[in-house]
T-cell receptor
Framework: GNSVTQMEGPVTLSEEAFLTINCTYT??????LFWYVQYPGEGLQLLLK?????DKGSNKGFEATYRKETTSFHLEKGSVQVSDSAVYFC?????????????FGTGTSLTVIP | ETGVTQTPRHLVMGMTNKKSLKCEQH?????MYWYKQSAKKPLELMFV???????ENNSVPSRFSPECPNSSHLFLHLHTLQPEDSALYLC????????????????FGEGSRLTVL
């Protein structure tokens, strides 16, 4: 079946530090992969996505590369800011096998301190 | 208004009450979803409506009853809930996925924080 596993949090970093949040997936087909971000008191919003192997999604300085050989989609940012403090969710969708179903990880809480 | 709007943002109810959560999307999407978000757990998909027909019901207890009167509105009717049902309930919408275009991106509302006493 399809599933997503992401690293447990919480993660605390100093401003300008390098960020990596690991995400691995299991899929029966050829899924699309997503990172969503949830700021305090808000719903989830799409941060970036990749629809096929070797694609790189990027937005707001964040990047993630769809690695089929390692079934991974790790989120990275070179220099985090206090405003990046949020919960980050890795997600997978494969309409061919699962229609409208999206599979989310448990979320990783990031706190950036000045 | 734009995006996905959920009301109320906060709801406190007793176990014998009946209440409803409302979701409205202004994006022209044709699929709508209810998710439950509890602490330390993955997002749980509860219901999916595609083209106003329910296509997914992930073994949700009957005390949760969805209604989708049209493609822009989605309700979650609540009755005789339990304290463990306290959570953030998120509504989302998307365009129906296509094989050519891939899955539609999910757009979420800000959620309704439910507390059951």
């Amino acid at each position: 079946g399809n599933s997503v596993t992401q690293m447990e949090g919480p993660v605390t970093l100093s401003e300008e530090a390098f960020l990596t949040i690991n995400c691995t997936y299991t899929a029966t087909g050829y899924p699309s992969l997503f990172w969503y971000v949830q700021y305090p008191g808000e719903g989830l919003q799409l941060l970036l996505k990749a629809t096929k192997a070797d694609d790189k999604g990027s937005n707001k300085g964040f990047e993630a590369t769809y690695r089929k050989e390692t079934t991974s989609f790790h989120l990275e940012k070179g220099s985090v800011q206090v405003s990046d403090s949020a919960v980050y969710f890795c997600a997978l969708s494969d309409p061919e096998s699962d229609g409208n179903q999206f599979y989310f990880g448990t979320g990783t809480s990031l706190t950036v301190i000045p | 208004e734009t995006g996905v709007t959920q009301t109320p943002r906060h709801l406190v109810m007793g176990m014998t009450n009946k209440k409803s959560l409302k979701c409205e999307q202004h994006l022209g999407h044709n699929a709508m979803y209810w998710y439950k978000q509890s602490a330390k757990k993955p997002l749980e998909l509860m219901f999916v409506y595609s083209l106003e027909e329910r296509v997914e019901n992930n073994s949700v207890p009957s005390r949760f009853s969805p209604e989708c009167p049209n493609s822009s509105h989605l309700f979650l009717h609540l009755h005789t809930l339990q304290p463990e049902d306290s959570a953030l309930y998120l509504c989302a919408s998307s365009q129906e996925p296509t094989l050519a275009g891939g899955p539609g991106e999910l757009f979420f509302g800000e959620g309704s924080r439910l507390t059951v006493l």
